[in-house]
């Protein structure tokens, strides 16, 4: 097997302040598929595309933001080996047993320098993506709102950028893919662990542990402004977009859930391999680094994130 | 490194009848990039968002076919492991030295069990995109024709398709991706060693070593809208497309060179994961498999190949 | 007001076999939107973008084919000028009362040289397209299918091109936008009442009054995909596509109802004015003015029709 | 003939402030065809599937801004009937030589009440579009930059907006498609001459004869954001895009000449009849009316302007 190792961001659990609301957004006008609700309320989603059993959970809370972000790993033997990196590397590492999440086995806790919350597990219950496996058609009927595709990656602001990376790149085995960077300073680091352009994102920001957003991916640029038209049409809170990203070329758009957590719904367009030159974008140029068109930051994309 | 072993779909060699007329076709019309022509009078192309010098060598010939298809793997230690496991595996392997292709490191050269030519190398000089690493723009100007992004898989047809997929899945640890099964026998199958939905595939066909196609990515649907344009605009003989395979979902195009090795330019719509499931298409049901809309497969399509 | 005269095609009759499974083919599947029953138990629908009741009419009969060809004129003096204008270039006229088509006021009908049934209106109740006046959406939701945006045209075989067209220039002030001819035979008219490409087309062709299809536009190429993957999915008898029209430069897909009427969804891609140069296909050529990609005519699309 | 009276916007002559840069940016990023140079020095320029002469006139000046917008109308007899039409509203009307702009027959030049000079003719020089009239390809080959198809329409500021809409609907024929409203106050005038969205908009501010931005036609959303990229590539200043406009549906991208002229390139996505139902935006919705998506207008949007 080619890929090894952690193989993708499996789910984020969000919190928001009404559990209702906050459905009907991330179900009925994103498109994600309700799976499960579970004795705490928690409500279990996925990207349509996506196999397993759910990759958002939203849990009401008095305040929003992300509770954790958790990634799938090959299997159980390469969750106890990087429970046991992890370790090494210094990190508090708690076990969640199985069950504590619905369809999902044990998980591994462990608090990144920047102060999220990430986790690791190896199995899921297999719910499948709405086609049978004999001859499939392509897509599903059926989707509704922006039919997100998959949960796709976070992107999270913290202080210590250079210890979280450190712990993604060294004991996770992430790959940087793309960095903004003023002089020595990495403010910016865009990490890998498939061929994507990224898996998670951090940005060196003050304060622990904040989530700048949420990300699914979309099949199409038409399919971007479809959830424009939608965001207009639902009135959902945008911040930015249609527009392309400098930083992995993603063609995107931002807006934010009933509760102020921000999403982002993107069409990819770039491939990395263990090979590909790791591209910088400099500190003079952050506005088109992060909107390659307008090539300047809005105060909002640059303030606003949710809670630890 | 999450991505390990084979990498990736390195570089096609073709042969063709007349070296001349076949840059036309792969240079201007789909607008691969000339990179280098060698001592043997060998020219040497790549798609523009690859990095290595490469991807696609042209050897001016008698007949028309592929000489050899190679893959580039994770290093120099991943590249004598696989040697060893071919050996291992009941495989003649010999070494291609270094310089034998320009920019192209040492090569370890099989043949599968369905009589094709198989390369492996570790090592091909760096290139680049034609954008810089440093603030890039998310494509170059200049590009031509059909803009090809990458060199992405080849289709081959041979007889003993079991012990190629063993070899391909067993010892380079590609994996089974999507099939056409007709009871119990497997008539087609996708593998990739990536997140790609295949890498190479196979058609057990009588007959050994046939070349079916060499595929090159593109970025949309439009885009292949425009290569069908261009195929009619230059008088590329066209084998069928627009349209959508089922089998991965591409939305695809042929057509044939000048000297009758068929080409594919697609647009991608899957991926997949070490536990995604496999995808099986019946016999019965082959010409939905193969081309989603008309679920009628073309004679042509089935008996036109290139020589060993 | 610049545009007078004949505004647009307005509807079409069709004869269908089963109505309700023709229903489910054109509502359910085509996307047109059904807006009414009448008490002979015809269907009426339309394409979501157009406001009056109705495009097009559903009639239950023995054979398949197309009843008449409707077209919608500025107002009531225009089509009494028109009606005196066909009885002076020597057609029967016959006048069909206000309410043989509810919602639809008086027609005026005249068979074509071609043998076809044209007629001319000017009122047919405003239904809106469900969106509304005052801050529009772009589309309104709950769309099903290929989601139609409108009837478009239709394309008929016939023997006597050289009168029909006569009459629809002469008489009805079409405007001749393409053509294909072989030396001095115009084998196909493509006749405009606006600036499109073709509101009613003529092809040269043994027989009167087939039907060759009825046309429904998209509103983009992604859009035809998405149509030709519900052909399959809903297992409707493709004809050809998807793929351009050289004629046109349309990007289109043709398939069946269950009754055999040929459909067209497509999407355009020009637009004329009256100053526009006619452009012409010659006959060795035809393949590529019909198919631009495969250059090639299918048995299918010559010779089936529906009929009279 | 269905289309009669004005055609469609024919040209608009543009002051420049070094018309060797602004033809840079018109012909090499925007992708105009330049045409011809006349001996006053002024450029002549035309969007790629444009059969006229030129659509574009550059001119070097002190002060950026519109000379005159020109509409083609359909032959002489129009021009002089809507020459005399002109003045019996009250419009100083000026025949403007042939040959003043070479390539173009003689002008009917005359200001409307809001301080704009706009020119009616009836003759320019047939150029052709790059493709033969017979056997045509959808696309001529070298097509550089954003690829513009036609020059569409110019959007206008000016004080006395009711009696320009009264001159171009009671006198020139023009309808009105789509308006902002406040109360009873007529804001914004979308109007056009054909089944377009508007061949030209009038907003109500302050100050005569403002040029708000020169408008080009694009084929696709996918277009929209290829020159979104190449406005960044090329380092032009980017006013607000990619987006839709709630008025007319419109997928649009605005940016500067570099002399400060506002130029517009989008893709269309609706068309009107006669009968189509005018659509009103409310003044509380403007944002929402003007830029669909973020629902909020931006200074510079509503502020800069060129001069009369």
Redesign the interface.
Known sequence: ????????PGHVQLRVLDIEEAVVHYRDYMGLIETHRDDQGRIYLKGW?E?DWFSVVLREADDAGMDHMAF?V?DEETLWRLQSDLKKFGCDVERIPEGELDHCGERVRFVAPTGHVFELYANKD?H?NGIP???????P?GLKGMQAVRFDHCLVYGEDLDASVKLFTEVL???LTEQIVDGDLQLAAFLT????AHDVAFIRQEGPGKLHHASFLL????EV?RA??I???KDIP?D?????H?LT?G?T?YFFDPSGNRNEVFAE??HV??????????AD?IG??IF????ELNERFMGVTTGA
């Open positions: 097997m080619s890929m090894t190792g952690v193989l993708r595309d196999q799938k090959l297999h499948g496996t004999t001859n499939p058609a392509p897509w009927e085995g992430f790959q662990c498939s061929m994507k099949k199409t640029w038409e402004l424009a038209d965001i207009s049409m945008i930015i977009g249609p527009t392309r400098g070329r063609q758009i367009d770039s391999y263990p090979d590909t030159p790791v591209l910088t974008w400099t140029n088109q680094a390659y068109h307008s090539r």
